[in-house]
């Protein structure tokens, strides 16, 4: 559903990105992992086109969409829940959530989306009407994901969901990606520093290096293979 081909991203006169090409199929967890700086984060601002690329080609659901702007590819059926959660903080859990759903015109259908999140996300029930800067980093990373799934995407793009967090909130937050993706057959990118996390959770993995991709495979044999072992699971 998606295919992402050598796509090259600058900052200035920066190379973020050289030559990056992934793809996504329908229903499938991709989990993108790398140090610092490798160019995860950018990946995705590229594919929901808050970056543009100065070379290459993305494809979602057969159509060419690097000229479309970030609200058009949301409207297309591409989330983005960002890193650091980027809640409102002024605003209410109930309110962040409405935004999340705003390029979608049926609002019968926008209910029964607010419901099945809270479904996923009982916490954010009981917390509907606070502030969402009073939250907890958890469940504003919950809020977050929560948003993004207002659009009803096909694409969700999933950064860094567990910065930060206490494991056990971090094993909730995975088993609730599982959970959706699971249920409603919604693909979903996954950037994560934790590759213990990410590649267990994927079907498919890219390991990304200063901008490139060095390394692709199912979930499992990267988890075994001796690079990455070494690299990024410290073993
Ligand atoms: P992290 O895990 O630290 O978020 P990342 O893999 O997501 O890293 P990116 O944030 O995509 O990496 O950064 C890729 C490269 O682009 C880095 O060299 C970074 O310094 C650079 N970069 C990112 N954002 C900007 C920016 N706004 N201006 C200039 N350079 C940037």
């Given at each position: 559903m998606?295919?992402?081909?050598g796509?090259?991203?600058?900052?200035?006169g920066v190379t973020?990105?050289?030559?990056?090409?992934?793809s996504?199929?329908?229903?499938?967890?991709?989990?993108?992992i790398?140090?610092?700086?490798?160019?995860?984060?950018?990946?995705?601002?590229?594919?929901?086109?808050?970056?543009?690329v100065?070379?290459?080609?993305?494809?979602?659901d057969?159509k060419r969409?690097?000229?479309l702007?970030?609200p058009?590819?949301?409207a297309h059926?591409?989330?983005?829940?960002?890193?650091?959660?980027?809640?409102f903080?002024q605003?209410?859990?109930?309110d962040?959530?409405?935004?999340?759903?705003?390029v979608r015109?049926?609002?019968?259908?926008?209910?029964?989306?607010?419901?099945r999140?809270?479904?996923y996300?009982?916490?954010?029930?009981?917390?509907?009407?606070?502030?969402?800067?009073?939250?907890?980093g958890?469940?504003?990373q919950?809020?977050?994901?929560?948003r993004?799934?207002?659009?009803?995407p096909?694409?969700?793009?999933?950064?860094?969901?567990?910065?930060?967090?206490?494991p056990?909130?971090?094993?909730?937050?995975?088993?609730?990606i599982t959970e959706?993706?699971r249920?409603?057959?919604?693909?979903i990118?996954?950037?994560?520093?934790n590759?213990?996390?990410?590649?267990n959770?994927?079907?498919?993995a890219?390991?990304?290096?200063?901008?490139?991709?060095?390394?692709?495979?199912?979930?499992?044999?990267l988890?075994a293979?001796d690079y990455v072992?070494?690299?990024?699971?410290?073993?």
């Amino acid at each position: 559903m998606l295919e992402v081909r050598g796509i090259s991203v600058n900052y200035g006169g920066v190379t973020a990105l050289r030559n990056l090409s992934l793809s996504v199929a329908e229903g499938a967890i991709v989990s993108l992992i790398g140090s610092n700086g490798a160019g995860k984060t950018t990946t995705l601002k590229a594919i929901i086109g808050l970056k543009s690329v100065v070379r290459g080609e993305i494809h979602f659901d057969g159509k060419r969409v690097e000229a479309l702007t970030a609200p058009q590819r949301v409207a297309h059926g591409i989330a983005l829940s960002p890193e650091g959660r980027r809640v409102f903080p002024q605003m209410s859990v109930a309110d962040n959530l409405l935004i999340g759903g705003y390029v979608r015109n049926d609002k019968a259908d926008r209910q029964r989306t607010l419901e099945r999140i809270y479904q996923y996300f009982p916490r954010l029930v009981e917390r509907h009407g606070q502030m969402a800067g009073s939250l907890s980093g958890g469940e504003q990373q919950m809020l977050a994901i929560g948003r993004a799934l207002m659009a009803k995407p096909r694409l969700l793009l999933l950064d860094e969901p567990s910065l930060g967090l206490a494991p056990i909130i971090v094993d909730e937050i995975a088993r609730i990606i599982t959970e959706i993706n699971r249920d409603t057959r919604m693909s979903i990118i996954l950037v994560e520093q934790n590759a213990k996390l990410a590649l267990n959770l994927c079907d498919q993995a890219y390991v990304l290096e200063t901008g490139a991709v060095t390394l692709s495979g199912n979930g499992k044999d990267l988890l075994a293979s001796d690079y990455v072992r070494r690299a990024y699971l410290g073993i």
